[in-house]
């Protein structure tokens, strides 16, 4: 029924073997896909500390202590879905345009061939290249953003393509349907009132940390899936929406955010939501010592795959 599937670790160890995904298949494949990881270690465009290059392998090495079934959605994801590692996307650190072309080039087939693509960054800026693919298969498609940060800066340093502008850029661009979009998890100082009020102007609903804190979690899933509808949509999560004390590993630390359960347990509640493509960005193993980020990463993925393997569960059961 999967083609592809994780190693069994009740036979191979999990220390064992070179690291993919879950230990997934390293396949440069698009037929016979549900799902493919693909790493896009490209970090030149970050505004502070670079070393998110090395975050797919990070996240790659201890995802191998994920085991197939989701005990909270009921799921076993080897069971439900055929799934690959594709690798890395062929980067060129320094040149954004250039890595962008290569971005497309990667997820163009893996889209058209009706799978979902799961990224792993490098740093935030890689998402537009990923939304120019998306939007030639899907078009518009709305943005679920896990943030402590808006991303809808105009330009930093002169430069217009930056971790920091993606989605302002997304917006011109014409990749992204803002009025099913919406921004979750922004705290901090900021330059000025002037970076929230951007992002409202520009049509997104913003929920800040603060307020999320106060309407409870369910209530900001609700919200999420109500804004979004039925459409299409992506989810980006930014792992500084986490708090420091838990995903430590991360290039532009923000204190006061969620804790890990309480992620894990905010995109369950996603679950109906039509995603076409995810993408994790923002790790930074370097600061990572104990590998908790790069653990937390990995389970953020196996909650993405949970995602797909209820919603291909949930067709087939419509079909019988
Ligand atoms: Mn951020
Ligand atoms: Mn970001």
Do not use: W
Not at 50 to 63: C, D, H, L, M, N
Not at 83 to 92: A, L, M
Not at 261 to 266: A, G, M, P, R, S
């Amino acid at each position: 029924m999967s083609k592809y599937k994780p190693l069994n670790s009740l036979e191979v160890p999990r220390f064992a073997e070179i690291k993919t995904f879950m230990r997934l298949p390293y396949i440069k494949t698009v037929e016979d896909i549900d799902y493919a990881i693909i790493g896009i270690p490209f970090d030149t465009a970050s505004s502070y500390r670079t070393g998110s290059r090395f975050g797919p392998s990070a996240v790659r090495e201890i995802s191998s202590l994920i085991k197939p079934y989701n005990i909270v959605q009921d799921i076993n994801v080897s069971e439900c879905l055929s799934g690959i590692d594709y690798g890395d996307i062929p980067v060129v650190p320094g040149d954004i345009d250039e890595t962008y072309k290569r971005i497309e080039k990667g997820l163009d087939p893996i889209l058209e061939a009706g799978a979902i693509p799961i990224c792993i960054g490098g740093d935030h800026s890689i998402t537009l290249g990923e939304l120019r693919s998306i939007k030639k298969k899907h078009g518009p498609v709305a943005l679920v953003q896990f943030d402590s940060h808006f991303d809808t800066v105009d330009s930093y340093f002169g430069n217009r393509y930056n971790h920091g502008t993606v989605f302002k850029r997304a917006l011109e661009e014409g990749l992204i349907d803002v009025g099913r979009s919406i921004q979750v998890g922004m705290r901090g100082s900021l330059y000025s009132i002037d970076d929230l009020n951007n992002s409202i102007d520009m049509g997104f609903k913003v929920i800040t940390t603060q307020e999320m804190s106060k309407m409870g979690l369910k209530e900001v899933a609700k919200q999420i899936v109500e804004r979004v509808g039925d459409g299409k949509a992506f989810l980006s999560f930014d792992i500084d929406f986490v708090d420091p004390a838990y995903a430590p590993g991360t290039g532009t630390i923000e204190v006061g955010g969620f804790t890990s359960f309480e992620v894990l347990e905010i995109l369950r509640e996603l679950k109906n939501i039509n995603f076409v493509g995810y993408d994790l960005v923002e790790i930074i193993p370097a600061f990572d010592s104990t590998q908790i980020t790069a653990s937390l990463g990995s389970n953020i993925i196996f909650e993405f795959i949970s995602i797909i393997a209820l919603k291909k569960k949930g067709v087939r059961a419509n079909e019988v």
